[in-house]
């Protein structure tokens, strides 16, 4: 078992697998142009294979696939199979914005994906577009219906309650949830670089509160970060990765403050 300072169970590891994403939402990405990691500064699925062993061995239990966008990530259903081939993982999940899930669901699910998270902000169509950057909200809503009929399920639509967010937007949403069989997930809209500064006009339920928070973060290029809103993290030794978990898991603070030096495309949220 992996306990941390505060005696918080750490069983949970979220592993980002790219930074990039075919979408670009104005609460994830600049508005500057970003350069992306080359494909040599991004871990191979063997080097998250590797670490995932050894994590579960020490007492992670869960992985969630995050990006960026997980599914831009070429063979991304290999990694899956990998990882739920491992002893003492009891569950995969990933994070997507569901634009390539048409296609992708079903080979997911024979893999060994166990459910999904679907990322969607609004349900309307102009409004998705332009927290999306020009995404299409008729290709996500597929992307839902591909994920319900594959059985990657219970899934849970993430919605960032924005600045502009009405209670009519969240109603809506309820309401598209309950027809499809779905659990709303509303999310704080929040910066990184203080989690102070936290919209609190609707009962949210993410971004965690500190005091049960029971996960690591291992970022696209190999860096474990043990807590969303601090600087703290740990390049992943790789011939020494037990004791880069430890190490992560000593660092991680009892309350996070703030991340200023990745983006949260960076991190995998």
């Known amino acids: 078992m992996l306990l941390d300072r505060f005696n918080r169970k750490i069983d949970y590891l979220r592993i980002s697998v790219t930074d990039r994403c075919n979408y670009r939402c104005t609460y994830c990405m600049p508005d500057s142009v970003f350069v992306h990691k080359s494909h040599s500064d991004i871990i191979s699925y063997e080097q998250i294979e590797s670490l995932t062993k050894v994590a579960a061995k020490m007492g992670i239990t869960k ?18 199979a990998k990882l739920t081939a ?8 990933m994070t997507t914005n569901g634009s390539l899930l048409v296609d992708m669901a079903v080979k997911l699910k024979q893999n060994g994906l166990g459910r999904v998270n679907i ?7 102009d409004r998705y577009r332009r927290v ?23 899934i849970k639509i ?15 949403m309820k309401t598209f949830c309950e027809q499809k069989g779905l659990q709303l997930q509303k999310i704080m809209q929040f910066s990184l670089y203080d989690r102070a500064d936290l919209d609190r006009r609707f009962q949210t339920e993410r971004p965690p509160k500190c005091n049960c928070c029971n996960r690591l973060r291992l970022t696209a290029d190999g860096f474990l970060k043990p807590c969303l809103f601090s600087d703290n993290e740990i390049k992943v030794n790789f011939d020494n990765i037990r004791r880069s978990i430890f190490e992560a898991v000593v660092k991680k603070p009892e309350n996070g403050s703030s991340c200023r030096n990745r983006l949260m495309n960076q991190i995998g949220g």
């Open 63 to 80: 992985i969630r696939l995050t990006g960026g966008e997980p599914l831009v990530r070429k063979n991304i259903a290999q990694l899956v």
């Open 86 to 93: 491992i002893d003492g993982i009891d569950e995969v999940c």
């Open 119 to 125: 990322s969607i902000d609004s349900l309307d169509a």
């Open 132 to 154: 999306t950057r020009g995404g299409d909200l008729c290709k996500a809503v597929a992307g839902v219906d591909a994920a319900i009929k594959a059985g990657l399920t219970p």
């Open 158 to 172: 993430n919605m960032v309650i924005l600045d502009d967010t009405t209670e009519t937007d969240i109603e809506t």
